[in-house]
């Protein structure tokens, strides 16, 4: 008489965009056998979330728990496939039975997102390091979207450009002027005396300059023989440490160019409505891919606000004929909606949320700041980052 063999409870997670309702429809359990291999298992779970860019890589962890390393076991990647159902390719990091990573019949598996090269982050893996990809090496800090907002300002000097400078600066990094002070290697304790330097605007108030690049520093400070010292920063942070000093009433940027004052009571305002700087700054990447997009879009707490054309209590999401493809306008802040339309209500929403009224309306998509820089979601992408886990691999 044959003994059945063993079954095992699987149960799978991945990285996802959290929804409203707080449900989870992509998590997943199935039932294998006890003698399955790890190379059965990962090519019967497939791809966790497909992209429509049809570039992709995840890492199958087990379970939550890296207190004892990073404990991959293989790294799945999504091929090309145009027209065809999304493919993927299984690189195996580990060989261990599925059996010996079950607790109690109970296996648990977590898919994480880990955009990169499939072969540094497979190499990585080896290692037992997840791969994060490298910071630039000696690209100094630069922000061309706040400096071609200050030119055209510079060029016509209307309230609409002075909010685009603003909803900019909202974006990549500024420099601070950081003159005077002293920055020992690590060794050392890194720094040693941090000086932030402010200005008198022409009111005479206190002003802080903030810069789009060192070069821009230097232009400011071209009187100064010793040169200047720079401290780069997130540009929000910039703004949230301008706002956090009282007698600061002005800030200005690149003071050397154009002599664009913002108002601290405009910068309070623009921070208090909240922001979504993950997505914000991943729209600035020139390679950004929509795993990137998904990345930032899950970041948790994050939020969008959504146009309104409707009027009084009557509601109506601004969706836009974009070349006959009707699109939800979303934006990253308060100040990217009102640069976009300052006549426009908006409404602010979780990511989440955001993404579920797509569905709702119908919309063929999503587009993300149209001031630009922006992105396109597609609806199916909408449906495939919020969806159930057919939806997600169909």
Same mark, same amino acid.
């Not at 065809?84 to 060989?95: G, K, L, Q």
């Not at 685009?164 to 990094?173: C, K, N, P, T």
């Not at 890194?190 to 022409?202: D, E, H, K, S």
């Given at each position: ?28 359990? *199935? ?18 979330? $497909? %992209? ?17 390393? @990073? ?6 990647? /999504? ?9 993927? $390719? ?36 080896? #290692? ?22 200050l030119a055209t300002y510079a060029a016509d000097q209307t309230p609409e450009n002075? *909010?685009?400078?603003? #909803? /900019? ?9 950081a003159t005077g002070s002293t920055f020992g290697d690590e060794a050392r304790g &890194? ?12 009111d005479g108030s206190k002003a802080l300059p903030a810069f789009t690049a060192h ?25 949230? %440490? ?38 914000? !700054? ?11 997009? %998904?990345?930032? *879009? ?11 054309? &409707? ?19 979303? %934006? ?25 009224? @797509?569905?709702?309306?119908?919309? /063929? ?10 992105? !396109? ?18």
């Open positions: 008489m044959s003994v059945p063999s063993p079954r095992l409870r699987v149960r799978v997670d991945r990285d996802a965009v959290a929804r409203d309702d707080g449900r989870r429809p992509w998590q997943r359990e *199935l039932t294998v056998d006890g003698e399955a291999t790890l190379v059965d298992l990962v090519e019967l779970l497939g791809l966790p979330l $497909a %992209f429509t860019d049809d570039r992709g890589v995840w890492a199958l962890m087990r379970g939550h728990d890296t207190e004892d390393g @990073v404990h991959i076991l293989a790294v799945v990647e /999504q091929v090309a496939a145009p027209g065809r159902p999304p493919r993927w $390719a299984v690189h195996m990091v580990s060989h261990v039975p599925p059996a010996q990573l079950a607790d109690d019949g109970v296996v648990d598996l977590h898919f994480r997102s880990l955009p990169g090269p499939p072969r540094e982050v497979v190499a990585a893996a080896h #290692r037992g390091d997840s791969y994060s990809r490298p910071a630039p090496d000696g690209e100094p800090a630069d922000n061309p979207a706040v400096r071609t907002a002075a *909010l685009d400078v603003l #909803r /900019q600066a909202f974006g990549g990094q500024l420099v601070l002027d &890194g720094v040693t005396r941090l000086v932030i330097n402010f200005i008198r605007a022409p070069d821009e520093l230097v232009k400011f400070r071209e009187e100064d023989e010793e040169g200047p010292r720079s401290l780069v920063q997130p540009a929000d942070r910039v703004l949230a %440490f301008f706002v956090r000093d009282p007698e600061a009433r002005w800030l200005y940027i690149d003071p050397a160019g154009p002599p664009l004052g913002i108002r601290r009571d405009q910068v309070e305002f623009a921070l208090q409505a909240g922001h979504n700087a993950a997505v914000k !700054n991943a729209l600035t990447r020139p390679d950004l891919t929509m795993q990137d997009l %998904f990345d930032a *879009l899950r970041a948790p707490g994050g939020i969008l606000f959504v146009g309104d054309r &409707g009027q009084g209590d009557d509601i109506q999401p601004l969706v836009v004929d974009t070349g006959g493809s009707e699109k939800l306008l979303a %934006f990253t802040s308060a100040v990217e909606a009102a640069a976009w339309d300052r006549t426009m209500r908006f409404h602010r929403l979780s990511v989440g949320g955001a993404l579920e009224l @797509v569905l709702e309306l119908g919309a /063929q998509g999503l587009l993300l700041n149209p001031g630009g820089p922006s992105a !396109n979601v597609s609806a199916l992408q909408v449906r495939r980052f919020l969806g159930t886990w057919r939806e997600a691999t169909a």
